[in-house]
């Protein structure tokens, strides 16, 4: 239920009165840096490409300007639907009972946007940390697969915990498991109630802690309980864990006092993940990296080694075709765009390996590792040595698979986004393939402007400067297809219908058509063509913006086409030349004047303001607005030719 204006206010003065007094943190504090105002600008001109980077550079999305701006606001208001979902989908708070929730919410521009504020859900907006934490929360419950190699024993209970979680929050265990690696259990004092434990460790493990510390099963009072709780956490170190037990009876503080602690836990992992993972990696040269031995007792706690060979290919010797050792470290996971050339030439590997040592606790947030080491699978069974798990992509990419599975941070550059979409859809980590589809259709677009056609270059003047293609289209919407991602079929249809004047000449293109239009296997003269439907829906788009800015919208009809007579009355103005005679046969056809009169008009204005702009097919108009025209039409013209020749209805 939406609150009425003064319950607003009120809800908004009892949350700044928190806020002045400490108690509340200020989810969206003001900031004044150049980065946010950059960011506040990126919004208002709905600049995907920009939003990305200065996201992923780390400018706070949450923050606010002087005038109690928020990007998310800015966004919404000015009608940007896709930079409103990237933000979203980045972490922007959209709690519906405050007051910047709401407030971005009535001044959505349309009921597009404010529908996918509504209905987005709560936890993916305000803690996009959330599926990461309830992984965590999990381990302590969980039996298969087994990844523990830890036992903390009880007189009353034992509990299977992990050694590289245990020393990544608890300055306690870090220097006792550093001293002694191979530990594999550790006995716990008698005096302290298993209640207490059970705070503590679902504390480290990010789980809630409960209201109700006793049960009516306990042999203990809550009192004890907090005593052996204070005990505990000042021994292991753990200063915050009193904040969160105290914060349980008020909601919105138990959340942030919860959302701090997972904040605190992934700097921790992250610091051990960079420290341990990535600064231990080792690189080797391909024809030895089955000579890797790594002993399970090991200081980095590690209990699997993940392979990823660098690019460069080397003859392989025919003693090592033969041998079965060797070929069987040649059997990995198939990932990627390249990764079926190296299944069909296996003459060629690469020159480098890349070694990773890598805990199976993070990597079975994967389904694919999850079955993997619970299935009869050489990985899950026991051996003298670590296994090595070889993944056919770049290493900077299993770094990026990594990176997100320990820590769900997602920094990857466009030139690596294919790679990163294929690698986890094969991985069935459908969070990181939509962080993949998202660096490539909001980096991937280019410095293109919307609302600044790339066919203006007026006659006589500099040459534009036009941007270097960022990305091979062709290959976004064949990785669209092939792993049915929505996002990047409307990305890619969009993207050539902006610069279809490169594009509809290209023998490339035409076999795209031909292939989409194959895509229906039982094709009726009725049906059409899916990616034409889009490039021609985006092609309308792409015109009309401009012409609804100077009111030539008229022009089009309710399919958003130029009509004819009028595309027929621009093109003639443009050549100097009245079309004013009657058809020489038969009767005139039947016209509305005042229609007729408004195109004429904006004719005339199109074709006498002075400038001279050349079209597609190099002819010469008064200005880039008869240009448009003229252009849409040209385009449209193109597109009949190329299906004529395909033989093709669309």
């Known amino acids: 239920m939406v609150l009425r204006k003064d319950e607003l206010e009120a809800k908004l003065k009892d949350d700044l009165e928190l806020v002045r007094s400490g108690v509340l943190r200020d989810d969206n504090p003001l900031d004044t840096s150049k980065e946010f105002n950059e960011l506040l600008e990126a919004c208002r001109r709905g600049d995907l490409k920009r939003t990305q980077e200065l996201v992923s550079a780390g400018v706070n999305i949450n923050g606010k300007d002087r005038f109690d701006y928020t990007p998310l606001i800015v966004a919404s208001l000015c009608g940007h639907y896709e930079l409103v979902e990237l933000l979203l989908e980045s972490g922007a708070l959209a709690e519906r009972d405050t007051f910047q929730g709401e407030r971005c919410i009535y001044n959505a521009l349309n009921d597009k946007i404010r529908n996918l504020l509504l209905k987005y859900d709560y936890s993916k907006s305000t803690d996009p940390l959330q599926p990461w934490a309830a992984h965590i929360t999990t381990l302590l419950s969980r039996d298969v697969p087994k990844a523990s190699d830890i036992t903390l024993i009880t007189p009353s209970k034992s509990f299977e915990l992990h050694k590289f979680l245990l020393s990544a929050r608890t300055p306690y265990f870090q220097r006792k498991l550093t001293e002694a690696p191979e530990t594999e259990t550790w006995k716990l004092p008698h005096s302290i109630p298993i209640e207490s434990f059970q705070v503590v460790l679902r504390h480290l493990y990010l789980g809630d802690i409960p209201r109700d510390l006793v049960d009516t099963r306990s042999t203990s009072t809550e009192e004890e309980v907090l005593t052996g709780v204070d005990k505990i956490s000042k021994h292991l170190e753990v200063d915050k864990l009193w904040e969160v037990i105290l914060s349980g009876g008020d909601r919105r503080l138990a959340r942030q006092r919860h959302q701090d602690e997972v904040n605190r836990a992934q700097e921790q992992i992250e610091g051990f993940f960079k420290a341990k993972v990535l600064g231990h990696k080792m690189v080797v040269d391909s024809k030895k990296a089955h000579e890797v031995k790594w002993p399970h007792g090991n200081s980095i706690f590690a209990d699997c080694l993940l392979r990823a060979d660098e690019g460069g290919d080397e003859e392989e010797d025919d003693d090592e075709k033969d041998d079965p050792e060797k070929q069987e470290e040649t059997n990995g996971i198939p990932i990627g765009p390249g990764a079926g050339s190296l299944k069909r030439d296996n003459s060629r590997k690469a020159k480098k390996a890349v070694l990773y040592p890598a805990h199976k606790a993070m990597l079975i947030r994967s389904p694919y590792f999850e079955t993997m080491f619970s299935g009869p699978f050489r990985e899950a069974q026991a051996s003298e040595h670590l296994h090595i798990i070889k993944v056919d992509c770049l290493p900077e990419v299993l770094e990026i698979i990594l990176t997100f599975l320990y820590t769900e941070k997602v920094e990857c550059p466009l030139e690596l986004g294919l790679d990163l979409l294929y690698a986890s859809d094969m991985l069935f980590l459908d969070k990181l393939k939509n962080k993949a589809a998202v660096v490539i259709s909001t980096l991937g677009s280019g410095n293109n402007n919307v609302l600044v ?137 039947k016209r509305n004047d005042n229609a007729v009169s408004a195109k004429v008009d904006v004719a005339e204005v199109l074709t006498t303001s002075g400038g001279v702009v050349r079209t597609l097919d190099g002819e010469l108009v008064e200005d880039e607005f008869a240009s448009d025209a003229i252009n849409y039409q040209l385009l449209l013209q193109k597109i009949d030719t190329m299906l004529e020749k395909l033989k093709l209805d669309a």
């Open 453 to 589: 056609d790339r066919t203006h270059a007026p006659e006589g003047g500099n040459v534009l400067e036009f941007e270097v293609e960022p990305i091979n289209v062709y290959d976004v919407i064949h990785a669209a297809w092939d792993l049915r991602v929505q996002r990047l079929e409307e990305f890619s249809a969009r993207y050539i219908a902006y610069r279809l004047e490169d594009y509809i000449d290209e023998e490339e293109f035409m076999e795209l058509i031909q292939e989409s239009a194959a895509r229906l296997k039982t094709r009726e003269e009725t049906d059409t063509i899916e990616l034409l439907d889009d490039i021609r829906y985006y092609l309308s788009e792409r015109f009309r913006l401009r012409f609804e800015d100077a009111g030539l919208d008229e022009m089009m009809d309710e399919n958003g086409e130029v009509d004819a007579a009028t595309a027929e009355l621009i093109a003639s103005h443009a050549e100097g030349v009245a079309t004013q005679n009657e058809p020489e046969n038969g009767t005139p056809e």
